[in-house]
Structures are given as structure tokens and as C-alpha cells.
């Protein structure tokens, strides 16, 4: 019934006049009369709010309906007050506030605060009172008109003085019998409620010596203590610790210390924004001064070096046998993930002290270790230095020598005890970059590590984190490695007893120790290295050719799903080595600035490419994948594989390597592979070659003149001129059906990137297709305009900007331009008005604009078209499409105005 009035209300109210004034207070005031019970008008004033608050209704309507609550205000207020006198109406009356905890002013709800404050002493034995009367303060201080923070005073300084001298009490009792009832439970979401609202005022006051009297006692109530903001403060911090170091477990044993954790990032972040927390460096300097500033951040450090042993506690893994189920341990380790956020946020205030009481900490815990003791205490510190890894300043820190070095890594487990290992390793691969910004440190320790982390490697348990550190090691510390590359040769030799899925990143380990070796010296390892690799996929497709996986003897040629899981393996350790050949970022070059290494790196690596053994070498390559694209190129996932190692093989001229490929044969198979089955993956593909057959000139000065770069070389407009054809076929054969766009999205949006892409480096191709193609290209980006995919719409959208762009700056192209234009120029500007008037997607309509922009400065005025003829020839455009179209529908025609107008 009450949902029922409300609608009607809904209905009646908008209007001048209103057909239903003070519908509130007469519906309330019947209520009353007729006898209803106080709790039912509550309900009926908390869905009033409700429902008009959700209702659907725009402009003047919801206006009265606002303005209809709002002379309401003040009776709700008053029932409220005056229902929390009697016990029973509570509940009631403080969901119904609730309810309208948006509506009502902060003069309103300041004088309830002291009264819902003093519920919760009387209710600390009534569970569902406390909850409701703790659930409207929550409400208060996160939907009200004071959750902006303000109220310090009336809400944060009285909560503060009660949570001091009534809260302490229920928090002792939890840590005492370790249960969390539901008082407890509610605390707890009230301290942290408090603590999102209050953090600036905390972190300001942290240590301020300013007096907070409590407001008057009741007759007969005890006095409270005159304590100060700053002991209000650590008060408050020292409970919610006490929450986020609960006994036991999160997830298992307790539900509530994760609910405390993004304070302290709040809070940190409060400390930065305060007057007297400084930054390390300045504290160094001696900038700071003052007593109170120095009071601040010696407590601001003690709370959170609790807090960081109070979390390196809880992140601790129970012993074996505890019976947690995979929920359960799915959970911990996301609530492990969250601390190890909270962890930076101390790191930032603890700075380096942090890290040394974290590496004493295993050190003490190492030495005072027994035989028979666990790792759990360990693990769960390695956790937390894994975790603060990207605050850390890698070049300043002093501790990490002593974490891999003989104090701690020579002393952690090499074998059993997965978890410790496991950590370990990502510890390794977090820090593998300190190695290289450590110029002192010795060869050996760094290829301790690497004997560590090698060792896991047939570890199926531990072979991804292994392998993961293993790749990042090298990769970080290439230079440093190239001289211990006999090391890696024998790592390649146990490639045997390594998981396949785990190979690819071995070996793309070894290749990038590999770069860092002179030109001719990377010769023989590379090869070492792929002709397995080449020799493996070349038997595959030899059976494949000569069996055809006929049921001749049982190997793994009769089997497709094997031989099809050996092509993808065998195809991902090759884009491995491809990646692992890549230059790592050396930093930003200059432009005129030249550099003579990298110069004769460069011409080096050019030399050694036509060596007759690498000739050999990059033609099997070759060869082999067309072969398997010619076999293989429809199955998905070696299909994804081969697009991976194209992309990782191919390269611009300055990131050549010895195995990098020529882009223009490897697109001819990408279009054969398209041709057979066409996709997303492999048309994205092809926009990458395309772009590396017209690389951007290098950034050098030679004779202090710039090389300009006049256009791409005649053998990529050439190959271009050949792919582009086959592209076409199969996309337009495959878009052409009804629906099929739609169906599609990816595919359109890929095909329009790939001609967006031809547009801008090789114009020239669209007007020399063959008769129709250039045509039936036109017709479907005209048709994909009114597509109500917004991605397919916009690639579509640059498409024909740029084709006509740049077909108007290039001098040759002005005739092909114009006959472009006459053909399709009002077409598209038909299509375009059509995207105006609702047939698009509101989102695309700067899209539109910028098409109709084009048109109007490029079409009809010869070359550059811009302004004149071009503007007139498209204006006359645009007044025949309305005109003709929207004669009989001037709503079309005004919404079309709106549109050009926004």
C-alpha cells in the first residue's frame, strides 16, 4: 500500500497546481489518526524517501517531488526525535532516518547525533539496537550532508570521546574471549566508517595538545577525563589496530581485520597533505623543525611499525593439516595481495627502517630456527619484502646485499617446502633490477641467484615463478651475464626436464643474455638455440605430409591434439628467443645527438646478418612457417602463436637481429592464412607489418642534416600493392552478408585499422585496385557508419578522413581525389547527417563531425580543396540531403541541427 500511495503521489504531485498538496504529512497524519502503529508510519516515511529518490523523472517533475520532500523535513525530524524515547520505536525510527539521510540539512541531523551517541551505551547489551544505532552513524558520516568530513566537533570529536571511554571496553572483550559478536562486528565497521570520514582530522591532531571536553553527563553518570585530540586520536588508531591484528586468520577465524585495511592508506595519504610530515630527504637535511612536527611523525612511525609487524603476523600461513578449503585459500591470498598494499603505505612513512626490521626479522628468525620447525613465520616476512618492492629506491636501500646474500637466501630451502620456494622467487624476480643498479656487487653473488632460481626450474610446482624470475633476471642484467654465457649453455642442454609450457621463457632467458654479446659472437648460440626448435616443427610437418595422421604405428603423428600442442609449444619458445633478442629500452634518444656504440652496434649486427650460417638460418625459419601457416594457419591457437612470433620477429630497422624477418614475405602468409580463414588476429597482424614496410626515419644527424624521409620504398608499395587486393577479397566476402557486420565487431574494427593504416603510408594502393574493389571497399565503410558499435563506427570514421586527407595533399593523387569525391562524397555525407539524426551512437558524433570537416574543406576544391569551392560543393550536399530526405519529418531535420550544434 505504502509503495502503491507513493506511485500515485509520483503522479499527482508534478503539475501547477499541484494536485496533491502535503501529500506527506496527510498521508501521515491519517495514519495516525486512524490508530496506526508508530513503526508503520516509520515504514511508510522510509519508502516515501525510497521510491521518490529512484523515480525516473526529469526536469520540473522531479523538482516538485524534491521540494515535496523537503517540506517534509521537518516532521520526519520531529518523529524521529521523539520516537527515540521509547525502545521498541528505535529500530524503526532509525532506518527510516536512514532513509532520508540524503534529504535532511546538517542542522537537522547535528542534534540527533548526541542522542543516537548515548543509544549506543544503552544498547551494549542489546545487539540489534547497538547495530542499528552504530548502521545510522555509518550512514551519517558516508551519505549525509556531513560526509564530506565536516563536523569535527558535533560528530568526530564526540564519537571519538565515546569510542575512548565506552568502545575500549567492547574491544577488550573481543581480544580477551577472541570471538567477534555482532556489537563487536558493528564496532568495527563504525571505527573504520569514522576512520574514512575523520582521516584528515586524525592525521592533523596526531599528536595536538588541545583540550576536547565531553559534553554533560546525564544525572549520576560518571565524569569523563579532559583528554586531547592528539590521545583521542591514538586512541582511535590503537583500537582499529587492534581490529586489523585480530586472532587467527582472515577468511577462516575472522571477517573483519580486511575491512580495516584502506584506512591506512587514507591515512598515510593524510599524513603527506599535513603540515609537519615531511619527506625523508628533508628530515635528512634538517628542514624540519619544531616540537610538534617531530611529535607527529614519532607517532605517525610508531603506528605504523605496529601496523607492519601486526600484518607480517597475520600473513602467516597456518602449519600443514589445517583443513582450509580452496575458497579459503583463495581469499587469503587476496586478503595477503591487499596487505601487501597497505605494506607500501608504511613503507612510505617508514622508509628504510621498514625494510632493515623486515630483513632482521627472518635473520633473527633463521638463526633461532629448529630443524623441525616450519617455514610459515619466514615466508610470511619474504611476503612482505616481496610486496613493497616498487616503493623502494633500489640504488639507496642498504639491506637487500644482506637478502641474497649468504645470510638469508644461502639459508632458505632449495628443495620440498614448495611455499617458501615459491615466494623466494618472486622475491627474486621483484628485485631483479637492484642487481644492475649495484655496480659493487660481485658476479658471483648475482649468479648464486640464478643457481637458485635454475634449481626450481623442474620444479613442476615451482617452474612458472622460476621460470618468470629467471626471464626477468636476465633480462635486467644482460651485460652483467653475457660473460657467464657457458653457464647458460648448459642450462639449455636440461631444457629436457623443464615443463613445456614453461620453455618458451627459458629460453627467451638465454637469448636475451645472448644480445648482449658482440654480433659475431651470437652466431653459434643463437643457432644452438633455434635449429632444435626449427628441426622439431620440420618433423611435425614431415609426418603430417607423409602419414597425413594415418593409423600406422602409435606416435604422436597420429595424434592432432599432440602434434597440435608441440606446434604451439615449439612456435612459443621461438617468439621466446625473438623476445629475448630484443634490445632492452636503453631511454629516450636525443635527436642530433649521436651515438657512436650504438651506431656501430647497429652496422656490426648488419654485417653479421649475411654470414652465410645466418642466411641458412633465418631461410629455415622462414620456410618452416610457411609451412605451418599453410597447414596449420585456421586452428585458433596456433594461429595466436604464429601472430605472437610475427609480431616478435619482425622489428624496425634499428632493433634488427639476427633472426629478425623481412615484413613483406611474412604479410604474403599472413593474407594466404586470412584468405583460408579470416580474423580478427590476423587482419591486427597485418597492420603491423604494413606499418613496419614504411618505418619512420632513424632520429640521427648525418652531416648535420636531417634525413628526410620522401615517402616508402617502391618494393614496399609493391608488396603492399599485392596484399592489399587479398586483404579486400576475403574481408568484403566476409562482411558482405546480411548481418554480418553486426555479427562481427572485431573483425570490422580490425579490417578498418588495416585500411586506416594503408591510408596513411600507402595512399597510393586504393587507385590502383582492381575494377570494383575500390568500389566495393567505399560501400561498406558507408554502410559500417551506421553501425551501432562504437569502435567499428570510429575506425571507419578515420578510414575516411585519412583516405581523403592524404589523397588531397599528394600532388599525384589530385585527379584520383576528385573522382573519389564525386562518386562517394555525398554518400558519405548522407550517411554522416543519418549518424546525426540518432542512426549512430550519440558517442560517435565527434567522429561525424570530423568526416563532415573533412568533406567540407576537401571536397570539390582540387588540391587542398580547403575553403571556396570545396565548402560550397559540400554545403550544397547537405541542403539536398534535407531537403530530400527530411522534408516530411522536420524532427529528423532539427535533431540533425542539435547534433552539429553540441
Known amino acids: 500500500m505504502f509503495?502503491?500511495?507513493?506511485?500515485?503521489?509520483?503522479?499527482?504531485?508534478?503539475?501547477?497546481?499541484?494536485?496533491?498538496?502535503?501529500?506527506?504529512?496527510?498521508?501521515?497524519?491519517?495514519?495516525?489518526?486512524?490508530?496506526?502503529?508508530?513503526?508503520?508510519?516509520?515504514?511508510?516515511?522510509?519508502?516515501?524517501?525510497?521510491?521518490?529518490?529512484?523515480a525516473d523523472l526529469i526536469g520540473s517533475s522531479k523538482l516538485q517531488i524534491q521540494q515535496s520532500l523537503k517540506d517534509a523535513i521537518s516532521m520526519v525530524v520531529q518523529a524521529i526525535r521523539s520516537s527515540l524515547q521509547s525502545t521498541q520505536?528505535?529500530?524503526?525510527?532509525?532506518?527510516?532516518?536512514?532513509?532520508?539521510?540524503?534529504?535532511?540539512?546538517?542542522?537537522?541531523?547535528?542534534?540527533?547525533?548526541?542522542?543516537?551517541?548515548?543509544?549506543?551505551t544503552c544498547a551494549e547489551s542489546d545487539s540489534e539496537s547497538f547495530e542499528v544505532a552504530s548502521d545510522t552513524l555509518q550512514e551519517i558520516m558516508t551519505k549525509s550532508a556531513l560526509s564530506d568530513g565536516s563536523g569535527s566537533r558535533t560528530l568526530t570529536e564526540p564519537l571519538l570521546i565515546w569510542i575512548d571511554s565506552q568502545g575500549s571496553r567492547t574491544v577488550h572483550n573481543t581480544l580477551q574471549s577472541g570471538n567477534v559478536d555482532g556489537i563487536s562486528h558493528s564496532l568495527c565497521k563504525l571505527l573504520v566508517a569514522l576512520g574514512d570520514h575523520s582521516t584528515s582530522y586524525i592525521a592533523a591532531n596526531l599528536a595536538s595538545p588541545t583540550p576536547v571536553v565531553p559534553a554533560p553527563q546525564p544525572p549520576g553518570a560518571p565524569l569523563l577525563p579532559t583528554k586531547t585530540r592528539g590521545e583521542l586520536s591514538q586512541s582511535f588508531l590503537r583500537l582499529l589496530l587492534s581490529y586489523t591484528g585480530l586472532r587467527g586468520h582472515y577468511g577462516v577465524d575472522e571477517e573483519e581485520s580486511e575491512m580495516?585495511?584502506?584506512?591506512?592508506?587514507?591515512?598515510?595519504?593524510?599524513?603527506?597533505?599535513?603540515?609537519?610530515?615531511?619527506?625523508?630527504?628533508?628530515?635528512?637535511?634538517?628542514?624540519?623543525?619544531?616540537?610538534?612536527?617531530?611529535?607527529?611523525?614519532?607517532?605517525?612511525?610508531?603506528?605504523?611499525?605496529?601496523?607492519?609487524q601486526v600484518l607480517r603476523r597475520k600473513v602467516a600461513f597456518p602449519e600443514k593439516g589445517a583443513g582450509w578449503s580452496k575458497d579459503q585459500v583463495e581469499k587469503f591470498q587476496v586478503y595477503r595481495r591487499d596487505v601487501g598494499d597497505t605494506l607500501i603505505n608504511a613503507y612510505y612513512v617508514l622508509r628504510h627502517d621498514m625494510l632493515g626490521y623486515l630483513v632482521e626479522d627472518v635473520i633473527q628468525r633463521l638463526n633461532g630456527r629448529q630443524e623441525q620447525d616450519g617455514w610459515q613465520e619466514i615466508e610470511a616476512t619474504l611476503h612482505c619484502i616481496t610486496s613493497i618492492q616498487e616503493a623502494i629506491d633500489m640504488e639507496k636501500t642498504p639491506h637487500l646485499p644482506r637478502v641474497?646474500?649468504?645470510?638469508?637466501?644461502?639459508?632458505?630451502?632449495?628443495?620440498?617446502?614448495?611455499?617458501?620456494?615459491?615466494?623466494?622467487?618472486?622475491?627474486?624476480g621483484a628485485y631483479s633490477s637492484w642487481f644492475t643498479s649495484q655496480p659493487s656487487i660481485s658476479s658471483g653473488l648475482l649468479m648464486s641467484v640464478l643457481t637458485y632460481v635454475a634449481s626450481a626450474l623442474t620444479d613442476p610446482i615451482l617452474c612458472l615463478q622460476a621460470a618468470i624470475a629467471l626471464r626477468n633476471l636476465c633480462d635486467a642484467n644482460r651485460k652483467a651475464l653475457a660473460p657467464e654465457i657457458r653457464a647458460f649453455g648448459q642450462l639449455h642442454a636440461a631444457l629436457g626436464s623443464i615443463p613445456e609450457s614453461e620453455k618458451s621463457k627459458v629460453v627467451q632467458s638465454i637469448a636475451s643474455v645472448i644480445q648482449a654479446l658482440p654480433a659475431h659472437e651470437q652466431i653459434e648460440p643463437i643457432t644452438a638455440i633455434v635449429d632444435p626448435i626449427v628441426r622439431k616443427l620440420a618433423e611435425v610437418l614431415q609426418s603430417h605430409n607423409q602419414n597425413n595422421f594415418s593409423d600406422s604405428s602409435l606416435t604422436f603423428v597420429q595424434l592432432p591434439d599432440e602434434a597440435r600442442m608441440i606446434i604451439i609449444n615449439e612456435v612459443e619458445t621461438l617468439s621466446g628467443v625473438a623476445k629475448g633478442l630484443t634490445r632492452s629500452t636503453d631511454g629516450l634518444v636525443i635527436l642530433g645527438e649521436r651515438d657512436s656504440e650504438s651506431q656501430a652496434s647497429l652496422e656490426a649486427m648488419e654485417r653479421v646478418r649475411e654470414d652465410p650460417r645466418v642466411l641458412s638460418l633465418r631461410k629455415t625459419i622462414s620456410d618452416t612457417l610457411e609451412a605451418v601457416v599453410n597447414i596449420w594457419s585456421t586452428d585458433a591457437g596456433i594461429s595466436n602463436a604464429l601472430s605472437d612470433l610475427f609480431k616478435c620477429i619482425t622489428c624496425l630497422p634499428g632493433d634488427t637481429t639476427l633472426i629478425s624477418l623481412a615484413p613483406g614475405p611474412l604479410l604474403g602468409l599472413v593474407c594466404h592464412a586470412a584468405r583460408r580463414q579470416l580474423t580478427a588476429s590476423w587482419l591486427s597482424l597485418s597492420v603491423s607489418l604494413i606499418s613496419q614496410l614504411n618505418p619512420p626515419p632513424p632520429l640521427v644527424l648525418v652531416d648535420e642534416a636531417l634525413n628526410v624521409k620522401t615517402g616508402p620504398a617502391p618494393e614496399a608499395v609493391a608488396l603492399v600493392g599485392v596484399a592489399l587486393p587479398m586483404l579486400l577479397e576475403c574481408s568484403l566476402n566476409a562482411m558482405s552478408p546480411p548481418g554480418a557486420m553486426e555479427a562481427n565487431p572485431d573483425i570490422v574494427q580490425e579490417f578498418f585499422v588495416c585500411m586506416d593504416r594503408v591510408a596513411q603510408d600507402f595512399t597510393r594502393s586504393f587507385y590502383i585496385l582492381p575494377p570494383g574493389a575500390l568500389d566495393a571497399l567505399m560501400n561498406c565503410t558507408i554502410t559500417a557508419l551506421s553501425l551501432q558499435e562504437r569502435y567499428s563506427l570510429v575506425q571507419a570514421s578515420n578510414f575516411i578522413c585519412n583516405l581523403i586527407q592524404r589523397s588531397s595533399v599528394d600532388t599525384a593523387l589530385a585527379v584520383d581525389k576528385e573522382h573519389l569525391i564525386h562518386l562517394y562524397g555525398r554518400r558519405i555525407m548522407k550517411a554522416v547527417l543519418e549518424g546525426f539524426a540518432s542512426v549512430a551512437p550519440r558517442s560517435v558524433v565527434p567522429n561525424l563531425i570530423e568526416i563532415l570537416g573533412t568533406l567540407l574543406s576537401r571536397a570539390g576544391g582540387g588540391l587542398g580543396g580547403g575553403g571556396g569551392a570545396g565548402g560550397a560543393v559540400a554545403a550544397s550536399w547537405i541542403r539536398e540531403i534535407l531537403l530530400a530526405v527530411c522534408l516530411d519529418d522536420p524532427v529528423i531535420r532539427h535533431q540533425v541541427f542539435i547534433s552539429i550544434d553540441s
Request: hydrophobic fraction near 45%.
Open 260 to 308: 580495516t585495511l584502506a584506512f591506512w592508506y587514507l591515512f598515510q595519504e593524510a599524513l603527506w597533505s599535513t603540515d609537519y610530515y615531511v619527506e625523508e630527504e628533508e628530515e635528512v637535511n634538517g628542514s624540519v623543525t619544531g616540537d610538534a612536527s617531530e611529535d607527529v611523525q614519532a607517532v605517525a612511525k610508531a603506528v605504523y611499525s605496529e601496523l607492519v
Open 3 to 54: 509503495v502503491a500511495l507513493t506511485t500515485l503521489a509520483l503522479k499527482l504531485v508534478p503539475g501547477h497546481p499541484t494536485r496533491w498538496p502535503e501529500w506527506i504529512m496527510g498521508c501521515t497524519m491519517t495514519f495516525s489518526d486512524a490508530g496506526a502503529p508508530t513503526e508503520y508510519i516509520h515504514d511508510f516515511l522510509a519508502i516515501v524517501a525510497e521510491e521518490a529518490g529512484n
Open 89 to 120: 520505536q528505535i529500530p524503526s525510527a532509525l532506518k527510516c532516518f536512514q532513509s532520508w539521510m540524503s534529504i535532511i540539512p546538517s542542522s537537522d541531523i547535528t542534534p540527533l547525533i548526541p542522542l543516537l551517541i548515548s543509544l549506543l
Open 404 to 428: 641474497f646474500g649468504p645470510e638469508i637466501l644461502g639459508r632458505l630451502p632449495s628443495t620440498g617446502t614448495s611455499r617458501i620456494r615459491r615466494t623466494t622467487l618472486g622475491l627474486i
